[in-house]
């Protein structure tokens, strides 16, 4: 059985309070008619580590570019390939999370595929730009033996697939930590109506970021994880997908309320800590070779936005519980054990 598989949600544990949008189907990213995701983790010889792997469209996404924006929360991270994405507004490969050390080789991972896709690239046409996340596992990984390979890389994107979402100490969640619990990879959705019409916003994250006593539950209690406190130094990666159209200065603003959802969880974005939020739609995506020199895209009246800035706070708190939620108690490389958020919920239920 996969870790976490038997671990239950924020929402079935009764974290997440009534009067909150509604989730899809699956309460994941992969809601969003398309989306896939996979991981690669690896066990072993002091690894504890991984790939997660997220692809917007199952097409090619160097040739129909799906539109994006970056927010940087706080930049104390070395995550490849925002630069352009800030520049552009949209993605042409898929988006993987890995650890610190772990991002050279999923460049290349990436890069090699889309040029298998794509002979034409770096000779015929443009330079394709990689988009790699990453926060530091190291407290649980040693992170200085580069396990992180290009063909860990391609076996998560190989294990991308719609549906369920696992979550927890998964991937690139394995050895990640959150608020002095251990932590991983968590997702949550939302459904908008807007108009006659329904749309969805889901968002992965990876969770390692938050001060020891610093968590804050929805419902106001503050989980003792029973380690001495530390200063802020972890970081977090949110990866929102969404199919409403949206212009590329209305996904920053959605991709902004990303800070909202880690606020709710007690978060300050310490001087170390590394969030940064990235936001995609589906919706009217961008040719690499454009039949015409003019384009016509729909988007959203910005009189409407106020749903998709709730969803997007509502499932960035809701993946970060998520990702806490099926994480089990861990042992770093120190000794210490960073212990599971479900055993302190079993020893302090709601009065």
Same mark, same amino acid.
């Given at each position: 059985?996969?870790?976490?598989?038997?671990?239950?949600?924020?929402?079935?544990?009764?974290?997440?309070?009534?009067?909150?949008?509604?989730?899809?189907?699956?309460?994941?990213?992969?809601?969003?008619?398309?989306?896939?995701?996979? @991981?690669? +983790?690896?066990?072993?010889?002091?690894?504890?580590?991984?790939?997660?792997?997220?692809?917007?469209?199952?097409?090619?996404?160097?040739?129909?570019?799906?539109?994006?924006?970056?927010?940087?929360?706080?930049?104390?991270?070395? #995550?490849? !390939?925002?630069?352009?994405? /800030?520049?552009?507004?949209?993605?042409?490969?898929?988006?993987?999370?890995?650890?610190?050390?772990?991002?050279?080789?999923?460049?290349?991972?990436?890069?090699?595929?889309?040029? &298998? /896709?794509?002979?034409?690239?770096?000779?015929?046409?443009?330079?394709?730009?990689?988009?790699?996340?990453?926060?530091?596992?190291?407290?649980?990984?040693?992170?200085?033996?580069?396990? %992180?390979? *290009? &063909?860990?890389?391609?076996?998560?994107?190989?294990?991308?697939?719609?549906?369920?979402?696992?979550?927890?100490?998964?991937?690139? !969640? +394995?050895?990640?930590?959150?608020?002095?619990?251990? &932590?991983?990879? $968590?997702?949550?959705?939302?459904?908008?109506?807007?108009?006659?019409?329904?749309?969805?916003?889901?968002?992965? %994250?990876?969770?390692?970021?938050?001060? /020891?006593?610093?968590?804050?539950?929805?419902?106001?209690?503050?989980?003792?994880?029973?380690?001495?406190?530390?200063?802020?130094? !972890? +970081? %977090?990666?949110?990866?929102?997908?969404?199919?409403?159209?949206? !212009?590329?200065?209305?996904?920053?603003?959605?991709?902004?309320?990303?800070?909202?959802?880690?606020?709710?969880? $007690?978060?300050?974005?310490? @001087?170390?800590?590394?969030?940064?939020?990235?936001?995609?739609?589906?919706?009217?995506?961008?040719? @690499?070779?454009?039949?015409?020199?003019?384009?016509?895209?729909?988007?959203?009246?910005?009189?409407?936005?106020?749903?998709?800035?709730?969803?997007?706070?509502?499932?960035?708190?809701?993946?970060?519980?998520?990702?806490?939620?099926?994480?089990?108690?861990?042992?770093?490389? #120190?000794?210490?054990?960073? *212990?599971?958020?479900?055993?302190?919920?079993?020893? +302090?239920?709601?009065?």
């Amino acid at each position: 059985m996969p870790e976490g598989a038997d671990m239950k949600t924020a929402r079935e544990l009764g974290l997440i309070p009534e009067g909150r949008l509604e989730p899809g189907p699956g309460n994941a990213i992969t809601d969003v008619a398309g989306v896939a995701v996979g @991981h690669r +983790s690896l066990r072993g010889e002091g690894l504890f580590t991984g790939v997660t792997a997220i692809v917007p469209h199952p097409g090619d996404l160097f040739r129909v570019k799906p539109r994006a924006a970056v927010e940087v929360v706080n930049g104390f991270g070395k #995550s490849a !390939g925002l630069m352009q994405v /800030a520049e552009l507004g949209t993605i042409e490969t898929p988006i993987l999370l890995t650890n610190t050390f772990g991002v050279a080789a999923c460049t290349e991972a990436l890069i090699r595929r889309a040029i &298998a /896709a794509n002979p034409a690239i770096g000779r015929k046409t443009s330079t394709v730009n990689a988009l790699v996340f990453e926060c530091n596992d190291g407290s649980i990984n040693d992170i200085q033996a580069l396990g %992180v390979t *290009p &063909a860990d890389a391609e076996a998560a994107l190989d294990a991308a697939h719609p549906g369920p979402v696992e979550q927890g100490a998964v991937g690139a !969640g +394995s050895g990640m930590t959150a608020f002095g619990f251990k &932590a991983g990879i $968590g997702t949550a959705s939302r459904l908008m109506r807007i108009g006659k019409r329904d749309f969805t916003l889901g968002t992965l %994250v990876l969770a390692n970021f938050g001060a /020891a006593g610093d968590l804050v539950l929805p419902d106001g209690r503050r989980p003792d994880p029973r380690v001495p406190a530390s200063p802020e130094r !972890g +970081s %977090v990666i949110v990866v929102m997908a969404t199919d409403l159209p949206l !212009g590329d200065r209305q996904l920053q603003r959605v991709a902004r309320r990303g800070g909202a959802g880690l606020a709710r969880l $007690g978060a300050f974005w310490g @001087h170390g800590s590394g969030d940064v939020v990235l936001c995609f739609t589906t919706a009217d995506p961008v040719e @690499h070779d454009p039949p015409a020199p003019v384009a016509t895209q729909q988007r959203l009246s910005d009189s409407y936005i106020d749903i998709a800035f709730r969803a997007a706070a509502e499932t960035t708190q809701e993946a970060v519980l998520n990702g806490l939620c099926a994480a089990p108690a861990t042992p770093a490389r #120190s000794g210490r054990i960073y *212990p599971a958020l479900t055993d302190w919920l079993k020893e +302090s239920p709601i009065p």
